[in-house]
């Protein structure tokens, strides 16, 4: 049964991760109508403990979302719906302006209920995408296993506690040297993994052999490990290059089906192109958080971030029903 909360709101923010939380948060307490739609699939759920996040180092991710929800929907006019966005599709100007749309700008947004929640339906005048990214591993049979314990993918939030370990890093991806003089800071005792990709330029390869860091180009087989411990790489040929840990770059996708034929520009990497106020080449749709270049960094980047257009969105919809242009001067 669809739950049609047929009275229009602000703004439908798609995701109660950190970024669309602190939007929802900020927004709100703009005496907006918010409405929070999220599937619940964080992408660090892999892991137990977050880091970096000013006042709450160590806190487990569950608990800052947990917290963050209970925030916004202190607030009269903040709805969370748990489900999964489906469809969000733009209204006629006619049909924005009869629902009372004073820009003649809004879109309907369907959302499937989850964990026994009502089917969600919403008519917005903006639209906030913050839905994060699926993350695709290299394709190896255990990496599942030690990823979020012993591999990582953030350098920035879990390179401390691998301080003076022996680390690998596994990649595919051409900005594998820029993390590998990252990982440096923390480790000395580092073999970059490309798993026969060619993605180290030699002169690369040399700088980092310059530090002590060897390149390895030969095909991974499989993680190693005994229990629940990472013991080495194997290789393709069976040698086992010990490593008790170290970071994955996975391949990140975009996951915003649910926009259907609305052509959003991505760049390169597939992420969401926005301009300098977190608006996407579609008028009225947002993006923030990790869905937008430069890709995943950090929980409390993804928040501050989306105060940041929360603050732009908001000013857009009072210039909107002013008619007084969209320029912050
Ligand atoms: C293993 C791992 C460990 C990490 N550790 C740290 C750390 O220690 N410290 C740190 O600062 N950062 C850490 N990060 C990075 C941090 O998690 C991200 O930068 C941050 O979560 C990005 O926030 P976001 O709101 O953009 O996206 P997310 O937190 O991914 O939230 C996106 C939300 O959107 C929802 N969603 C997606 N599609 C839909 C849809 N169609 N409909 C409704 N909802 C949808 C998802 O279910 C999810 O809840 C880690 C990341 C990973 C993968």
Redesign the pocket.
């Known amino acids: 049964m669809t739950d049609l909360r047929e009275a229009p709101i602000g703004v439908a923010v798609?995701?109660?991760?950190?970024?669309?939380l602190s939007a929802g948060l900020q927004l709100v307490r703009a005496n907006r109508r918010i409405a929070i739609?999220?599937?619940?699939?964080?992408?660090?759920s892999?892991?137990l403990?977050?880091?970096?996040?000013l006042t709450r180092d160590g806190a487990p991710?569950l608990e800052l979302r947990r917290i963050g929800r209970e925030e916004f929907e202190a607030y009269p006019t903040a709805t969370f719906a748990q489900?999964?966005?489906r469809e969000v599709v733009p209204l006629s100007r006619d049909e924005a302006l009869a629902v009372g749309f004073p820009d003649g700008l809004g879109f309907r947004v369907r959302?499937t209920g989850i964990r026994g929640s009502a089917d969600v339906e919403f008519i917005a005048r903006r639209v906030l995408v913050?839905?994060?990214?699926t993350?695709e591993l290299p394709p190896l049979p255990m990496i599942r296993a030690y990823?979020?314990t012993a591999l990582?993918?953030?350098v920035e939030?879990?390179g401390f506690e691998k301080t003076d370990k022996p680390l690998a890093l596994i990649g595919e991806t051409s900005d594998l040297f820029g993390r590998a003089l990252l990982i440096s800071r923390f480790s000395s005792d580092l073999v970059v993994f490309t798993n026969g990709a060619d993605t180290v330029r030699p002169e690369q390869e040399a700088q980092l052999s310059a530090i002590g860091i060897r390149v390895e180009r030969r095909p991974i087989d499989d993680i190693v490990g005994e229990r629940a411990e990472m013991t080495g790489v194997r290789l393709a040929d069976g040698e086992v290059i010990p490593r008790v840990g170290g970071f994955v770059r996975p391949r990140w996708h975009a996951?915003i089906e649910?926009m259907g034929a609305a052509d959003l520009e991505r760049d390169e990497w597939g992420l969401i192109v926005v301009d300098e106020r977190g608006e996407t080449s579609v008028r009225g749709v947002y993006a923030v958080?990790?869905?937008v270049p430069p890709g995943?960094?950090?929980?409390?980047?993804?928040a501050g971030n989306g105060a940041r257009v929360a603050a732009k969105l908001n000013m857009d919809m009072i210039r909107g029903a002013l008619g007084v242009g969209m320029v912050d001067e």
């Not at 403990?49 to 996040?53: A, I």
């Not at 913050?130 to 990214?133: F, H, M, P, Q, V």
């Open positions: 798609i995701g109660g991760g950190p970024a669309g739609l999220d599937s619940n699939r964080p992408r660090h892999a892991t403990q977050s880091h970096g996040f991710p489900a999964v966005t959302g913050a839905a994060g990214l993350e990823y979020g990582h993918s953030c939030c879990d996951p649910f958080g990790d869905i995943p960094q950090q929980l409390i980047i993804a």
